[in-house]
């Protein structure tokens, strides 16, 4: 079948740096997504890896091993409005979306 | 912001009852997806379009069919609605299969008692 992993919930301190670990297995691969999405709210798109290696856009970068499986969401000088659940999605060899079920992170003062 | 809108926002049904939710896009895009979120689960896709009257299932269809007459008009329809279909359900566009960016409506939440 197919997995996607990545931790329930997290805690940050305001002004600090949250790495969320994001782990899949798919059938096939065809890109990896990260969105955010606010309590009550839409995913909205953060970001888009299909190469190794890392993509840089301001306070967030995401990272992609596509040999480990393995991704990662860094966010940098936390801030309150960075509380939100962070949801990692998987394109498989059919163009599917293959979501996991979000990280939510809890930005503290 | 994408122009996608989804009605009604709320809705309360009792068991047994069809119901209808709407996703009206502005951005002419080629794909429709319907979702379903609940706590504990990533998004699932229930149905998609890939253009008029061209739609595929997800992964949780039973239970649910849909429509596209226009290319803007993606309809969902609980043909009886049960307990287990409540849920909060987002209706997302893009412009194709490879794009890098799907945009997602405000959701709708459904309550079936």
């Given at each position: 079948g197919?997995?996607?992993?990545?931790?329930t919930?997290?805690?940050a301190?305001?002004?600090?740096i949250?790495q969320i670990?994001?782990?899949?297995?798919?059938?096939?691969?065809?890109?990896?997504f990260?969105?955010q999405q606010?309590?009550?709210?839409?995913?909205?798109f953060l970001?888009y890896?299909?190469?190794d290696g890392?993509?840089?856009?301001?306070?967030f970068?995401s990272f992609?091993?596509?040999?480990?499986g393995y991704?990662y969401?860094?966010?940098?000088e936390?801030q309150m409005?960075?509380?939100?659940?962070?949801?990692?999605?998987v394109?498989d060899?059919n163009?599917?979306?293959i979501?996991?079920?979000?990280?939510?992170?809890i930005?503290?003062p | 912001?994408?122009?996608?809108?989804q009605?009604p926002?709320?809705k309360?049904?009792?068991?047994?009852?069809?119901v209808?939710?709407?996703?009206?896009q502005?951005?002419?895009h080629r794909?429709?997806y319907w979702?379903?979120?609940?706590?504990?689960h990533g998004l699932?896709?229930?149905h998609?379009?890939?253009?008029?009257?061209?739609?595929?299932?997800?992964?949780v269809?039973?239970?649910?069919?849909v429509s596209?007459?226009?290319?803007e008009d993606f309809l969902?329809?609980?043909?009886?609605?049960t307990?287990s279909q409540?849920?909060?359900y987002?209706?997302?566009?893009?412009?194709?299969?490879?794009?890098?960016?799907?945009?997602?409506?405000q959701?709708?939440?459904?309550?079936?008692?």
């Amino acid at each position: 079948g197919q997995n996607i992993d990545q931790p329930t919930e997290m805690t940050a301190t305001e002004g600090a740096i949250v790495q969320i670990n994001c782990t899949y297995q798919t059938s096939g691969f065809n890109g990896l997504f990260w969105y955010q999405q606010h309590a009550g709210e839409a995913p909205t798109f953060l970001s888009y890896n299909v190469l190794d290696g890392l993509e840089e856009k301001g306070r967030f970068s995401s990272f992609l091993s596509r040999s480990k499986g393995y991704s990662y969401l860094l966010l940098k000088e936390l801030q309150m409005k960075d509380s939100a659940s962070y949801l990692c999605a998987v394109r498989d060899s059919n163009y599917q979306l293959i979501w996991g079920a979000g990280t939510k992170l809890i930005i503290k003062p | 912001d994408a122009g996608i809108t989804q009605s009604p926002r709320h809705k309360v049904t009792e068991t047994g009852t069809p119901v209808t939710l709407r996703c009206h896009q502005t951005e002419n895009h080629r794909y429709m997806y319907w979702y379903r979120q609940d706590p504990g689960h990533g998004l699932r896709l229930i149905h998609y379009s890939y253009g008029v009257k061209d739609t595929d299932k997800g992964e949780v269809s039973d239970g649910y069919s849909v429509s596209r007459s226009k290319t803007e008009d993606f309809l969902l329809t609980l043909e009886s609605a049960t307990s287990s279909q409540t849920s909060v359900y987002f209706c997302a566009i893009s412009e194709s299969e490879e794009s890098r960016e799907a945009f997602f409506g405000q959701g709708t939440r459904l309550t079936v008692v």
